[in-house]
């Protein structure tokens, strides 16, 4: 109890701008009395609980965008659709105010990929282009294959020493929880183009970044690093990639073809829209607590875990707030991001449009990770926040959240960019052990979708989020 | 005891015939002491078990068979590849006799298959041609969807009811550690084009028989009815099928565009091969204890399952066997069969070319089925092979294998012909959980093979096939 204190002491001695840089470990105290929400607030609390863990409308809303929509990259018609899709959606829902706000970017064609190896032991491959890539060309490109460990080997190949070679990065990701694997294992995918045609390379291939043995590989958006070539670069799936090592690991040259169909229109403007919806605050309208997912999905699955049970679940949060019989106290925003797969666009666009108002965003919370239950929370509030933050995680630890203790909760993806820029934050973490499974490829659909886990999702996404836009506490401070 | 003494007394007094051709359940007895095998055999089947558990063999065969031949469907370049290397190995594992005896037939091709949901909802479908189906032509069929949960259902359709339509069954396969939802669900897929053909269809789609939820196709084999017009059959995999089933339940017309490139040439005769190799008896070469896999596969994966881990431990149980410093007693033979997959043709050849041989086949066993380890035996012997079968169950219960205390063990696939022609045969049943969620399909490669389990079933095979070929008993008696 005394070191809490003192960590306490601490914090108002130094203020929340100390506070919201640090990583450090907190140990929550239990409050004496809850006094974050009033009497009536609290039956709030109980009456969505009940609701939320008794509703399948989440479920029946991720149905319906796989179902009636499907894929949704930026730029496709799957994309326009789920524009009109959520606007409806969230009319018909009850929300107070919808609106769009455009978000534009330059059009990649994925087109066709091929793959093969043509020798010693001719297979056909499973590969996928990673977005933003170039072509190869209809002819595609036949090289042999020089094979790197991880994309550190890569980087430490001498200048050169790939010319006229596609080079292959090995590295198999990891299965964690909280997704952990993925850090290490996505640099190739985002930077591994560049840094191979920087020592000669015609082509990368790389296994693909998931922890799934399909024959399905992974896209995943890369970048290409400026005045250096642009090669094409492809995910294999992860039994290719092991049976590609099986022929290397006899010693004989291996020869492979890449064919790529795909290609960047960087003149040709696309436009998409960040989807927003309110239900608008009672006393406090102007205070917004966010919760938010990404509307957009890649274009191979249809996208229901990345981001359907997101969008689903924070609509819905949403709507049964809307049910109760008072609005809440602060408005709470539904932010449906566009084009979050091809480099966060929506969340930046936002950040430019909404500017003057960062600083009115007195809470967030965006989902885009996880396929299971929430078991952890992480927020990242001022001193004056702790309290409340440590009342609300009673009111969450009966659905299985324990606090991680820390202060460190950046908000997921497109919304950690208002984090970034100093809004209060709460990371709820999923369990992720099988999200690489299906993440960026044609097997992330509805039937990955428990209804029962969406259920407890919802349930901590709504309670979370009345909870934030009725405490008698200002997060930030 | 009593119970049991009085069965073998029926057994005694009624014959082999009677027990062959029953599924009665028996209770092993423990026998009083080992006499099936003398000392100098029971030393060998220690080294054997010793050898095997310690032994990488079988799984550097089916490394070797997938990596360097892959996919062997009959009449591919790959089925052609796979019987030289099979002879070439059988010669490097030292064994003393090796074949081929040639299987004919009539060419099928694959082609491609491109299927989608035209309306309400626009989606692509992952689909694959049924192994035999005729074509679509290239311009495809687009047709309304009709719908039935299982195969009786369209066997109950009236006649002329699906005029124009393209037949849907989704029945889905249920999961079983003996495979046993595979018997349920096959029937849609061998006879449901020539059903949904009389009652008018145009094409026919069903759910894949497979227990994943991968956006995997799986194929195999389908007949056509004589004098019923030959419509193309198609399986789209399980989360396309539930898709499909989402649509469908909206209760608007649900149109689907199938396109199957996939041919029949019926006057151009393929070759293939059966691979035999022996290691030969020391006292009674002309008894034969068979040990079989199927060489070929399917197109689609590299055979890793189904069925090169088959195929690798027969011929590294006769391998090892043919180490010890005698030869037994009994010629142990390894048959590994052509062109299962398209209708057992080469078990057929077999038992055309070796007619008057079915009655010297003393024993015989296949692994045709498993991707775990063996956990039960079932014989099927004459009365006087009990004995010992239950001796033989002492070396293998160490292993994990348990007797199912039936003695109507048919042997698998292929060599179930030679069962059904009176050889005395063993069922050695592995763990088949999760073996349909790979059958047939892309994702039977090479991962999916323990190592450690692969261990398991060589020795199993291999001190089975020792047993036999050393046993001071005729199992057929």
Redesign the interface.
């Known amino acids: 109890m005394s070191s809490t204190l003192s960590i306490k002491r601490f914090f108002s001695r130094f203020g929340a701008v100390v506070l919201m840089c640090t990583s450090f470990t907190i140990a929550f105290i239990k409050p004496v009395a809850a006094q974050t929400l009033n009497k009536q607030q609290q039956a709030g609390m109980a009456a969505l609980k009940k609701t939320t863990l008794n509703s399948d409308l989440s479920y029946e809303l991720v149905?319906s965008l796989?179902?009636?929509?499907?894929p949704r990259m930026m730029g496709t018609p799957g994309d326009a659709k789920s524009i009109v899709w959520a606007v409806d959606k969230m009319k018909s829902l009850g929300f107070d105010k919808v609106w769009t706000e455009e978000v534009t970017s330059t059009q990649w064609f994925r087109g066709e990929a091929k793959a093969r190896i043509t020798s010693p032991?001719?297979?056909n491959i499973?590969a996928i282009a990673l977005g933003g890539s170039v072509g190869t060309g209809e002819q595609g490109i036949t090289a042999q294959v020089a094979q790197f460990d991880s994309l550190a080997d890569l980087k430490a190949a001498k200048p050169g020493s790939l010319k006229g070679k596609i080079a292959f990065v090995s590295y198999k990701m990891s299965r964690h929880i909280a997704g952990k694997g993925y850090g290490a294992a996505v640099g190739t995918r985002v930077n591994g183009a560049s840094i191979a045609a920087e020592k000669g390379a015609v082509a990368l291939i790389m296994r693909s970044v998931g922890t799934d043995?399909?024959?399905?590989a992974h896209t995943g958006v890369m970048r290409y690093k400026e005045g250096v070539n642009k090669i094409p670069a492809a995910a294999i799936s992860?039994?290719d990639a092991?049976?590609l090592l099986?022929?290397l690991k006899?010693g004989k040259p291996v020869s492979f073809q890449l064919t790529l169909t795909a290609s960047i229109e960087a003149e040709q403007v696309i436009k998409s829209a960040n989807v927003i919806g309110e239900i608008t605050g009672s006393e406090s309208p102007e205070e917004i607590v966010a919760i938010g997912a990404h509307l957009d999905s890649w274009d191979v699955?249809?996208g229901a875990l990345d981001d359907g049970i997101g969008v689903a679940m924070v609509m819905a949060a949403a709507h049964h707030i809307s049910k109760l019989d008072n609005r809440p106290k602060r408005t709470i925003r539904v932010i449906l991001y566009a084009a979050e797969e091809v480099g966060l666009l929506g969340a930046k666009q936002y950040m430019i449009d909404h500017k003057d108002e960062v600083k009115n965003h007195v809470m967030g919370a965006e989902w885009d990770f996880g396929v299971g239950k929430i078991y952890e929370m992480t927020p990242r509030v001022g001193p004056k926040g702790l309290k409340a933050v440590d009342d609300l995680a009673k009111y969450l630890a009966p659905l299985g959240v324990k606090s991680s203790g820390k202060n460190n909760g950046r908000a997921s993806s497109d919304m950690g960019l208002l984090t970034d820029a100093g809004m209060p934050s709460m990371r709820l973490s999923a369990d992720g052990s099988h999200y690489f499974d299906y993440h960026h490829t044609?097997?992330d659909?509805?039937?990955?979708v428990s209804p029962e886990d969406l259920k407890q999702n919802t349930a901590v996404y709504t309670l979370f989020a009345y909870f934030a836009a009725q405490a008698s506490v200002d997060f930030r401070k």
């Open positions: 149905e796989t179902t009636e929509v499907g032991y001719p297979h499973v043995s399909n024959r399905v992860n039994p092991d049976l099986n022929q006899r699955g249809t044609e097997n659909t509805l039937d990955k």
